[in-house]
């Protein structure tokens, strides 16, 4: 890839990503969306490259994300070498999104003749005029003198972002039940009602039986008959079908990109019975200081930035693709989104099967490291593990994932963050460097009992009555001594060496950054803190 000093650059994103995703009940909502966000991407990607391809002068316009025959996981930022108009970018991006409308709405109408004919048209029509914000900028040929001429594209594209021109769509009548932000689909949705005629409560058995003919046509998995779903919502849930994707795949001009899972399983933590609740494992991630390693990468490869970039989106998406998704502990999981150097996944099982434990996931994010190595890209990864009770909303849950990922980024990076998240929103939380993760192995009870053997109630109950008495106050020695105990001289020792403690360059400490806590006091607190809240983490991620 070889690209003249003169190069133009394009750079797209658009919006609302977190919103979008974040309006979800279920895996399957949760699923959907990630999976619209990567097809609208791919198809900007597919347009780019019909329009810019070049043999010769452009061979690989689509720098980032590398194409791939892969849709889901494909990031919402591209970067395009050439000129690729603003006028382009919209109408194909207009195009992507109203076949997706379409299919789902004339799937719907398909399989449920007998509401013909249907008068929600121009509120499907609403939706696939302003639902997104797209974002576009440009190098110009006169920035040829730019060292860093991707920096800048992406630097101009955030400027855009500051500026929203979003547009709001009104509707009369009742909201949906999954987020209370837009109204009911339902065939008469764009009648013109008022709320004091008495046929309000017809049209409230109209749209009753409209869900029960629903949810009879696509199955209760996809829309139960008490669920009361807007359009964006519905389009979540139908885009999962096989059905939809085929139709889909030939929009794409028979691209076999379109990638939905045959046998979609969708988690149940919400069961009758208490004792057949189940516990969920989420877990997000993203590389750490990726910008520094491309600048990195460019000043001691040789390499031009375009190329650099294309080299690394093309080994993340493959690692995304093909890797992480065959390696979830015993297919008891899924990865919602591979897309780039981030990522976002779910353990779960579901009855008739056992309980997914939480040791069970403990011992998977011990082998994740060279899980993430596959991809031979020099950088590191923080995650955050969230080990969630089966009450807590999947949209608090996808908020507590960002917090625990922050957790692992500001407390060092390349570490991660394990938080129990109880029902109510209560939590405990501790974070690791990966390479002391495996001391938890180590850990003996007060009987000399290791393993699957070991009683970490003993470390538990020691924390709880220290605790208690103010035993850690001022001094670290008594925390040092209990860890001596359970986990062996051998780590006591890596709490006594600064050099282990604290980050240095190539070198990840238990505590992270020292500057963090800048007085004597406060690196004994942290450090306190540490064995403190591993006693109590450990405690529920062994229990059994």
């Known amino acids: 890839m070889t690209h003249s000093t003169a190069t133009v650059y394009t750079a797209i994103t658009f919006a609302p990503v977190q919103g979008f995703i974040e309006k979800s009940r279920k895996l399957r909502d949760l699923y959907g969306s990630s999976f619209i966000l990567s097809y609208l991407s791919r198809a900007l990607c597919d347009t780019a490259q019909d329009l810019l391809h070049d043999a010769d002068n452009n061979p690989e316009p689509v720098i980032s994300p590398a194409l791939i025959n892969l849709t889901q996981g494909t990031p919402n930022q591209i970067i395009i070498c050439g000129n690729f108009p603003e006028n382009a970018v ?116 109209q749209i009753r039986e409209f869900y029960q003919h629903l949810s009879a046509a696509f199955t209760e998995s996809i829309v139960a008959p008490n669920e ?5 919502e519905l389009i979540k849930r139908l885009i999962t079908l096989d059905a939809i994707a085929d139709r889909l795949n030939l929009k794409l001009n028979e691209r076999p990109s379109v990638e939905i899972p045959l046998s979609f399983k969708d988690i149940n933590r919400h069961r009758d019975k208490p004792d057949e609740r189940r516990w969920t494992g989420w877990f997000q991630g993203d590389g750490d200081r990726i910008g520094e390693y491309l600048k990195h990468s460019v000043e001691t490869n040789h390499k031009s930035e375009a190329e650099v970039l ?52 403990l011992n998977w994010l ?83 009992k290791t393993g699957l053997e070991a009683n970490w109630t003993h470390l538990y109950q020691d924390i709880a009555a220290l605790e208690s008495r ?28 600064d050099a282990q403690l604290w980050n240095s360059p190539g070198h990840s400490g238990i505590l992270g950054d020292r500057t963090l806590y800048p007085t004597l006091q406060m690196q004994q607190r942290a450090l306190n803190d540490w064995v403190i809240n591993l006693a109590k983490v450990g405690f529920h991620l062994h229990d059994q």
């Not at 093309?314 to 919602?336: H, P, V």
């Open 228 to 232: 009361r779903l807007s359009i964006p």
């Open 310 to 361: 294309h080299d690394f989106s093309q080994a993340m998406i493959d690692w995304g693709g093909k890797t992480l998704k065959f390696r979830l502990l015993e297919k008891s999981g899924r990865i919602i989104y591979a897309g780039g150097d981030d990522f976002l996944g779910v353990l779960y099982r579901n009855a008739p099967e056992p309980n997914l434990s939480a040791r069970e996931c």
């Open 470 to 497: 103010h035993a850690f106050a001022n001094q670290t020695e008594v925390a040092r001594a209990l860890f001596a105990v359970y986990f062996g001289t051998k780590h006591r020792t890596d709490l006594d060496n």
């Open 90 to 205: 919209r109408a194909a991006f207009a195009k992507a999104w109203t076949d997706v409308v379409e299919v789902c709405r004339e799937e719907i109408e398909k399989r449920l003749l007998e509401f013909q004919p249907y008068r929600w048209q121009r509120a499907w029509n609403a939706w696939s005029n302003h639902t997104w914000e797209l974002f576009w900028a440009q190098t110009h040929e006169q920035d040829y003198s730019l060292s860093d001429r991707i920096g800048e594209v992406r630097r101009r594209l955030n400027e855009q972002k500051r500026s929203r021109a979003w547009t709001g769509i009104n509707w009369t009548g009742e909201s949906s039940t999954l987020s209370g932000a837009d109204a009911i689909a339902w065939y008469g949705m764009a009648d013109k009602t008022d709320p004091k005629h008495p046929q309000l409560s017809q049209q409230t058995a």
């Open 366 to 448: 011990y082998t994740f490291p060279g899980i993430w190595n596959v991809h031979q890209q020099k950088i590191t990864v923080s995650v955050g593990f969230v080990w969630t009770a089966p009450g807590v909303p999947q949209r608090d849950v996808l908020q507590h994932c960002r917090e625990t990922e922050q957790a692992a980024k500001q407390g060092g990076r390349d570490r991660i963050a394990i938080r129990i998240l109880f029902n109510g929103g209560n939590y405990l939380q501790w974070i690791c460097p990966w390479k002391f993760l495996p001391m938890l192995q180590d850990y003996q009870d007060r009987n000399h």
